[in-house]
T-cell receptor, first 113, second 116 residues
Framework: AQSVSQHNHHVILSEAASLELGCNYS??????LFWYVQYPGQHLQLLLK??????LVKGIKGFEAEFIKSKFSFNLRKPSVQWSDTAEYFC???????????FGAGTRLFVKA | GAGVSQSPSNKVTEKGKDVELRCDPI?????LYWYRQSLGQGLEFLIY????????KSGLPSDRFSAERTGGSVSTLTIQRTQQEDSAVYLC??????????????FGPGTRLLVL
């Protein structure tokens, strides 16, 4: 069955710490990978996405993610977090040519000022 | 321009009642998606529309759930004879088109449904 696994449900960091949120997927065929973010009181919005090409993808607000096909992973990283990065982060996967997107359970990040 | 809007923002109902949830997508977006987010869970895909057609309804949890879209715009998700396990946040998203799996989805604020 198709699935997306986010290993950390809650992460607490201090400002300036480095961040890595894990995401692994189980999905047949060619995949498209996404990270969405939901800031407190706001709608879910796209952070970054990968379709093909360079497996290191850069998104908004200094975030990046690396697609490692052999590990079925798409981990999200940021070298130095800010208090404003406090949010819930969702990894998602879809098949090329499809429309169904599978989301992970989300990781709540709290950054201490 | 205006984003995806959903109404009501909150809905409290009694078990056994029917509810209708509404989604207004971004103007010009042909694809529309419904998801359900239960407490502590990820987003569960319910149904997708391309125009007024729903090619895949297999994500709907039971036959008490139905959805329609008219005029390629507004969509309504209806839950008949609500049960307590239907309590969740129902999210709607839209995108310019679908079928490549690469489209960015733009989400609405959700409707929080509580079934007593």
């Amino acid at each position: 069955a198709q699935s997306v696994s986010q290993h950390n449900h809650h992460v607490i960091l201090s400002e300036a710490a480095s961040l890595e949120l894990g995401c692994n997927y189980s999905y047949g065929g060619t995949v498209n990978l996404f990270w969405y973010v939901q800031y407190p009181g706001q709608h879910l919005q796209l952070l970054l996405k990968y379709f093909s090409g360079d497996p290191l993808v850069k998104g908004i607000k200094g975030f990046e993610a690396e697609f490692i096909k052999s590990k079925f992973s798409f981990n999200l990283r940021k070298p130095s977090v800010q208090w404003s990065d406090t949010a819930e982060y969702f990894c998602a996967v879809s098949n090329t040519g499809g429309f169904k997107t599978i989301f992970g359970a989300g990781t709540r990040l709290f950054v201490k000022a | 321009g205006a984003g995806v809007s959903q109404s009501p923002s909150n809905k409290v109902t009694e078990k056994g009642k029917d509810v209708e949830l509404r989604c207004d997508p971004i103007s010009g977006h042909t694809a529309l998606y419904w998801y359900r987010q239960s407490l502590g869970q990820g987003l569960e895909f319910l149904i997708y529309f391309q125009g007024n057609s729903a090619p895949d309804k297999s994500g709907l949890p039971s036959d008490r759930f139905s959805a329609e879209r008219t005029g390629g715009s507004v969509s309504t998700l209806t839950i008949q004879r609500t049960q307590q396990e239907d309590s969740a946040v129902y999210l709607c998203a839209s995108s310019f088109e679908a079928g490549r799996g690469q489209e960015t989805q733009y989400f609405g604020p959700g409707t929080r449904l509580l079934v007593l």
